[in-house]
């Protein structure tokens, strides 16, 4: 089975200003996803980011971008520019890749909060 | 914009009473998952269909727990005399149709209240 760790609760940072949250993982899978969703107050839940594990190369998204360690099994979020419409809960997801798309595996997630 | 919708948004109910929530998925994704999501914790999977067939039922999904996908298209969750664990916010999503083919939609959630 596999698990996704976040041990940051909640996080805050200044608006403009650059913010990592943190990622493990524990999977015995060779091949699978990655995945840091946003789900701001009382909103639907968005994709941040996306990255295949048989990917060397770190994703981007505009200000968006992650540090994928596949022997360290670690998947941080890194939010350059911080605006306030960042402000949310950011959840770290897993998926096994298969025949087709698998179920989602969530950490707890990391309350982050945006600060004028 | 024609997402992932979910009715009702909110629920109150009294234990012990049966309640049902609907999904309706982006119309051209073959594949609608089930979540539920309890305060301070990530969504947790329940269940999920492609078509109109349930592939996988996670153990979460108890036997007061039913879902079903007539004709592959919208799909019900129907909790039977519910109690007041069952309180929290139930997600559906949805995949499939064109590239980026492993991007779940979500919808936005029925929250479900059990007095």
């Known amino acids: 089975a596999q698990t996704v760790t976040q041990s940051q609760p909640e996080m805050s940072v200044q608006e403009a200003e650059t913010v990592t949250l943190s990622c493990t993982y524990d999977?015995?899978?060779?091949?699978?996803?990655l995945f840091w969703y946003k789900q701001p107050p009382s909103r639907q839940m968005i994709l941040v980011i996306r990255?295949?594990?048989?990917?060397?190369q770190n994703a981007t998204e505009n200000r968006f971008s992650v540090n994928f360690q596949k022997a360290a099994k670690s998947f941080s979020l890194k939010i350059s520019d911080s605006q306030l419409g960042d402000t949310a809960m950011y959840f770290c997801a897993f998926m096994k890749h298969g025949s087709g798309n698998t179920p989602l595996v969530f950490g707890k997630g990391t309350r982050l909060s945006v600060i004028a | 914009d024609t997402g992932v919708s979910q009715d009702p948004r909110h629920k109150i109910t009294k234990r012990g009473q049966n309640v049902t929530f609907r999904c309706d998925p982006i119309s051209e994704h073959n594949r609608l998952y089930w979540y539920r999501q309890t305060l301070g914790q990530g969504p947790e999977f329940l269940t999920y269909?492609?078509?109109?067939?349930?592939?996988?039922k996670s153990r979460l999904l108890s036997d007061r727990f039913s879902a079903e996908r007539p004709k592959g298209s919208f799909s019900t969750l129907e909790i039977q005399r519910t109690e007041q664990g069952d309180s929290a916010m139930y997600l559906c999503?949805?995949?499939?149709?064109?590239?980026?083919?492993?991007?779940?939609?979500f919808g936005p959630g029925t929250r479900l209240t059990v007095l």
């Open positions: 999503a949805s995949t499939g149709g064109y590239p980026p083919y492993n991007e779940q939609f």
């Open positions: 990255q295949e594990a048989y990917k060397q």
């Open positions: 269909f492609q078509n109109e067939a349930q592939l996988e």
């Open positions: 999977t015995s899978e060779s091949n699978y996803y």
